[in-house]
């Protein structure tokens, strides 16, 4: 019979670098896991929830602002309260939206999102402006304002 000879100083790296790993595949988890916690982003009561099914509807008249969105993109719930402050400030003179890309993907593919957080803004049902990442609210406001008037 052959025995195996442990070779100490071998195995303590190896078991060392093996709880480095699971350790950071844990907080990676845990991360994962309060960013997509809850029902979705805070919203306000002057913020649409778009769906597939009723994006022409409500982009068709007016102003519309629409941020594409998901619950596990970090920039996306830093995006979110911007879009609800921006939606408080302006009320009923644009209308201020959020589309989920996960669960509405005809539409965003329709308009060819592959980053997010990505905002469209629509005049009369037609794309006058796309922002793609994190914009401050100034910003915003800013590209909205010569499609108000």
Partial sequence: ??????????LIPVLIIA???VFLIFRMYKMRHLLTAGLGPETSEYT???????????IKKGVTLVDFWAPW??????????VNDLANELKEKAQICKMDVDKNQKTAAKFGIRSIPTILIFKNG???K???GVKPKNILLRELEPFMN
């Fill in 48 to 58: 649409k929830e778009l769906t597939d099914q009723n994006f022409e509807a409500v």
């Fill in 1 to 10: 019979m052959i025995l195996l000879q442990t070779n100490w100083n071998l």
């Fill in 130 to 132: 796309q922002l793609v």
């Fill in 73 to 82: 993109c970090s920039p996306c719930r830093i995006q979110g309260p911007i």
């Fill in 126 to 128: 037609k794309m006058v």
């Fill in 19 to 21: 709880a480095i790993v």
